[in-house]
């Protein structure tokens, strides 16, 4: 889930098991929300997005659910790998600024 | 396609210097964002231009200046160093404002 302050929630997991990353957003009226996964020392990188007219997307290994009723985002990642260790965040934008708010994101580690 | 590109990657700076941390894209996107990113904490937008010639505040813009005299370039301006600006700063553009945004890979400022 997310966390405001100096400690980000943490997940591990062992290698080749599936993930799932939580997100909660305070906007009803958000209509896009993306995945950003972000390695040490690197920028953000886009993984997936989904927009408020989906109820679920899937990419390569990835899968994004949107429950619009709680205001809930979850981030699904099969056979889990070393290399998806990082620290992945939700992003959503929508009226009433439109600006893309960032949450503060949840650490992945991997177990081999 | 190198994508943003942000220099320097590092640097120190004394309270009260000025420096200019320097972003460039070659995806030709008319969107470009400024973000803080401090420790356990979502990304910040302190600036953001919907085009050349155009700027706009974001939530935190205070200490900051910015310019955007062509497409490619948007540059972020510290006039009076201050430890509170001790922070990452990453610079991102997109397509549009509904569409993923596109990060460097960050400046490492640190004010002493």
């Known amino acids: 889930g997310e966390s405001v302050g100096l400690h980000l929630p943490t997940l591990s997991v062992q290698e080749g098991d599936n993930s799932i990353i939580n997100c909660a957003y305070s906007?009803?009226?958000?209509?896009?929300f993306i995945w950003y996964k972000q390695e040490s020392g690197k920028g953000p990188q886009f993984i997936i997005d989904?927009?408020?007219?989906?109820d679920k997307r899937q990419g390569q290994r990835v899968t994004v659910l949107l429950n619009k009723t709680v205001k809930h985002l979850s981030l699904q990642i099969a056979a889990t790998q070393p290399g998806d260790s990082a620290v992945y965040f939700c992003?959503?934008?929508?009226?009433?600024?439109?600006?893309?708010?960032f949450g503060a994101g949840t650490r992945l580690t991997v177990k081999p | 396609n190198a994508g943003v590109t942000q220099t320097p990657k590092f640097r120190i700076l004394k309270i009260g210097q000025s420096m200019t941390l320097q972003c460039t894209q070659d995806m030709n996107h008319n969107y470009m964002y400024w973000y803080r990113q401090d420790p356990g904490m979502g990304l910040k937008l302190i600036y953001y231009?919907?085009?050349?010639?155009?700027?706009d505040k974001g939530e935190v813009p205070n200490g900051y200046n910015v310019s955007r005299s062509t497409t490619e370039d948007f540059p972020l301006r510290l006039e009076l160093a201050a430890p509170s600006q001790t922070s990452v700063y990453f610079c991102?553009?997109?397509?549009?404002?509904?569409?993923?945004?596109?990060f460097g890979d960050g400046t490492r400022l640190s004010i002493l």
């Open positions: 992003a959503e934008n929508g009226p009433p600024s439109d600006d893309m708010r």
């Open positions: 231009s919907v085009g050349a010639g155009i700027t």
């Open positions: 989904i927009r408020s007219n989906m």
């Open positions: 906007n009803s009226a958000s209509d896009y």
């Open positions: 991102a553009s997109s397509f549009n404002l509904d569409q993923p945004q596109h």
